[in-house]
């Protein structure tokens, strides 16, 4: 089978092609590859995805990835037909991205000093697996079967394993995760068990989990299906189109998301890429990346605070010898990544390279909160009576940081992703129990 989409290294003084039909997700040249498609999609699919939402009993219809299913069309299904789609597309009975589309919380919106109006909130902890990584990977699993492997593998902080092993279970693939001994929520790793999964566990960090697992991935077989796979990059690209929709497409001033491997980060900017070209949208709105202070690679480096040098995309010259020697830094100075929201403790961004494309074309901005700004900010997510993990805290912590310097006005739009549910109830509970707390309402102790 001969495909038309195809891999391109994203190093546009390279931009060697790649068929689909392999599972190879790195450039010759060391740089990671996008996915591309030969069509530009006509306009008038925006009334059909609308229409979808009428969907009937098309579970394609009913997805929120699949509902988009032209804009990832990588392997030229026809669209139209119910009959090839279930042939080929991995889906959770539809609901994949079913449940997540902005919402408003008033709560949040007050505590980062901004109208009701101008703030939105999606919820991608409400996806079947609890995170936002069902979107992407219902696209990769579609092309493991594509590629008929028999196994997929990942290393994870604990979402990527629990939505890898929750599709490999319903599609009858082997999978393998690898994660770091004690460093993941329980939640998350009772679901890798649950799902009939083979946990491999592995004394270090995240870092180390992902390079053992590339490495035995392709000493023993098996398909990778972390964010370095671009297949996971074009799910998570409807996250944006799910939010373009809310508004109309007209799209909002400003766009943010925790920062871990910068896979979500990188997606949302070949979404912003391609909706831009095509003629979609006329204005990109401005990317917000957070990271945690005890994990903050991409901070630093963007923002020049590591040997004076800011780290810049500079069409596709990117200063990879710098990335390189601030991981030896850190390496010889016992530096590891540290924060309670594991989701996003990671010292080595896979997807740095792309992220920093991200950040170029949205003229977007890094910055940094505090363990406890998290907390705070999913205890405020809470009294809305929506529920998220404390790396999403990282989200209204954020958005609070820019407010304070005024860089984000408010008369602005600002949509913010919600990564994940929670999964680690003790984080919450210990919150709550301590009176210091901003947010927090300790239990009333009744004696009798
Ligand atoms: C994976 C994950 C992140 C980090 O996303 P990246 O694409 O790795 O940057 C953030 N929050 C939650 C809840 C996650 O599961
Ligand atoms: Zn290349």
Known sequence: MEFRAKKKCINPSCGIEYSIDNDIY?????????????????????EIFYQRRNFGGNIFNESGVWRYRELL????????????CSK??????????????????????????????????????????GSFKDNGMA??????????????????????????AMYASNEGFECDVYIPRGEIAPGKLGQAFQFGAQVLQVDGNFDDALTL??????????????SLNPFRIEG???????????????????????GGALGNISSCGKALMELYEWGWIKKIPRVLVVNAV????????????????????NEGRVNTDLIDRFYLNQQENNIVPKTQATAIQIGKPANIIKALRTIEFTNGIVEQVQDIDMMDGMAIVGLNGFDCEMASGSVPAGIMKL??????????????????????????????????????RPPRELVN
Request: charged share 25%; hydrophobic share 35%.
């Open 236 to 258: 998570q690209k409807t996250i944006i189109f799910r939010i373009m929709e809310h508004l109309n497409w007209n799209p909002p001033d400003w766009i943010v998301y925790p």
């Open 294 to 313: 005890g994990a903050n690679t991409f901070y630093q480096l963007v923002n020049g605070l590591f040997e004076d040098t800011a780290l810049k995309w």
């Open 213 to 226: 697992s590339l490495e035995l991935a392709s000493k023993e077989g098996g398909y990778t299906v972390n």
């Open 26 to 46: 790195r450039c010759s040249c060391g740089f990671l590859l996008d996915i591309k498609y030969p069509d530009v999609p006509n306009r008038d699919l925006i």
């Open 403 to 440: 407010r304070e310097k005024e860089l984000i006005k408010k008369d602005e739009i600002v949509v913010g992703v919600l990564t994940g549910r929670q999964k680690d109830p003790s984080i919450a509970i210990q919150y709550h129990l301590s009176k210091s707390n901003k947010y927090s």
């Open 139 to 164: 696209a990769a699993v579609t092309h493991a079967k594509l590629l008929k492997v028999k196994k997929i593998v990942c290393a994870s902080t604990g979402n990527t394993s629990a939505s890898a």
């Open 73 to 84: 069309n990588f392997i030229d299904v026809d669209t139209e037909s119910l009959q090839e």
């Open 88 to 129: 080929f597309l991995v889906s959770l009975d539809g609901s994949e991205g079913r449940s997540s589309r902005p919402y408003q919380m008033s709560k949040v919106a007050k505590y980062v000093d901004l109208p009701n109006d101008n703030l939105l909130l999606q919820p991608e902890g409400y996806n079947p697996s």
